[in-house]
C-alpha cells in the first residue's frame, strides 16, 4: 500500500476552525487530486492540479483551498466557509499528460467537525 | 459537464452467481472509463478499465462491455466469490483530472 500516504487518518475539529489535510506521494505522478466521498455517494472532486505551482477547481471547490508547492505534496485547507466539512476525504495521484489514466488512492482522512 | 449514473445502488448474489453493474454517462467526448472497487475501510483500487477504442476487456472473473453509441457500459464478475464483496465505482473521463465517479454499488455476495 506504498506510494500515496494521508495523515492524519482521524481528525477532528472545532467549528470555525481551518484544518489542513496531508497529502504525499513518491509515485513520481505529476497530477494530484482530492475527493470527497459522503454515504451513498460517489467520489466528488474537490481541486486537482497538473503539474507544480498549478491547480484547478473540481465540482465541489468552495469552503476548500489547496496549494502544489513540491511534485511529491498537495495539502487540502479545509475553511471554516465550508458549510458541512464531516466527510472522509481521499487524495489520488496518476501520471499526467494528454492522455487519462489510472488514479492511485490515498487510504483517506475521515473529518469531523463539531 | 459529465454526468454518470450507476445501477443498481446495492446488488446481491450468491456466491457462484454473476453479477452485472451499469453505467451511463452524458458526455460523448468521455474516452476511458475506469471501474474501482473498495473495500470496507480501505481505498479505492483500480480493478479493470476500458478506452473508447475498444468494446469489451476481460481479466479473468471480470469484464467490462463499452457501447459508445448507447453512452453505457458495464462491469460483469462471474463465479462470485465472498472476497467480492464491496462497494464498486464507475468513472467516465476525457481528460487528465476530471474523472467523474457514479455514485457506487454495494455488492454482496452470499456464502
Known amino acids: 500500500d506504498g506510494g500515496i500516504t494521508q495523515s492524519p487518518k482521524y481528525l477532528f475539529r472545532k467549528e470555525g476552525q481551518n484544518v489542513t489535510l496531508s497529502c504525499e506521494q513518491n509515485l513520481n505522478h505529476d497530477a494530484m487530486y482530492w475527493y470527497r466521498q459522503d454515504p451513498g455517494q460517489g467520489l466528488r472532486l474537490i481541486y486537482y492540479s497538473q503539474i507544480v505551482n498549478d491547480f484547478q477547481k473540481g465540482d465541489i471547490a468552495e469552503g476548500y483551498s489547496v496549494s502544489r508547492e513540491k511534485k511529491e505534496s498537495f495539502p487540502l485547507t479545509v475553511t471554516s466557509a465550508q458549510k458541512n466539512p464531516t466527510a472522509f476525504y481521499l487524495c489520488?495521484?496518476?501520471?499526467?499528460?494528454?492522455?487519462?489514466?489510472?488514479?492511485?488512492f490515498g487510504p483517506g482522512t475521515r473529518l469531523t467537525v463539531t | 459537464g459529465e454526468n454518470v449514473e450507476q445501477h443498481p445502488s446495492t446488488l446481491s448474489v450468491q456466491e457462484g452467481d454473476s453479477a452485472v453493474i451499469k453505467c451511463t454517462y452524458s458526455d460523448s467526448a468521455s474516452n476511458y472509463f475506469p471501474w474501482y472497487k473498495q473495500e470496507l475501510g480501505k481505498r479505492p483500487q483500480l480493478i479493470i478499465d476500458?478506452?473508447?477504442?475498444?468494446g469489451e476487456k476481460k481479466d479473468q472473473r471480470i469484464a467490462v462491455t463499452l457501447n459508445k453509441t448507447a453512452k453505457h457500459f458495464s462491469l460483469h464478475i462471474t463465479e462470485t466469490q465472498p472476497e467480492d464483496s464491496a462497494v464498486y465505482f464507475c468513472a467516465a473521463s476525457k481528460k487528465a483530472g476530471k474523472s467523474t465517479f457514479g455514485d457506487g454499488t454495494t455488492l454482496t455476495v452470499k456464502p
Open positions: 476500458i478506452r473508447s477504442n475498444v
Open positions: 489520488a495521484s496518476s501520471i499526467a499528460g494528454q492522455g487519462t489514466y489510472e488514479q492511485y
